[in-house]
């Protein structure tokens, strides 16, 4: 396992913006095949307009905000100059999408930090 982080990015008004998805891998010359999986550890939300604004994810397929997958917070407020914290243990797999955005076109930014690794 390794840590990595990704972000800041720019949220957008677009509610089905793929924000994160682990790789796949290919291997060498017999090398084998294993996809990847992610275990985000914290989100960090950051609104920087002087209003409040609403984020909503979802973890699912590509491009997808289907009922039942809402995750970390769906019309979730956050105050005016002021960040929001996600703490939890998410696993993405080579399937799963972190899909989402803002109400406000880049009000707000997101970045986060957890650890990759091989399924197989």
Not at 6 to 33: D, E, M, R, W
């Amino acid at each position: 396992m390794k840590t990595f982080n990704f972000g800041p990015l720019a949220l957008t008004t677009v509610l089905t913006t793929n924000i994160l998805n682990p790789p796949a891998a290919s291997g060498g010359v017999n090398g084998g095949a294993s996809p990847q999986y992610i275990l985000l550890k914290h989100i960090r939300i950051v609104n920087k307009t002087t209003s409040a604004i609403t984020v909503s994810f979802w973890k699912g397929a590509t491009g997808a905000n289907v009922a039942g997958t809402e995750v970390i917070g769906t019309a979730l407020s956050i105050p005016a100059n002021t960040p929001y914290d996600y703490w939890g243990l998410m696993r993405l797999d080579v399937a799963d999408f972190l899909v989402g955005g803002c109400n406000t076109a880049t009000a707000a930014s997101i970045q986060g930090e957890g650890v990759i690794g091989v399924a197989g």
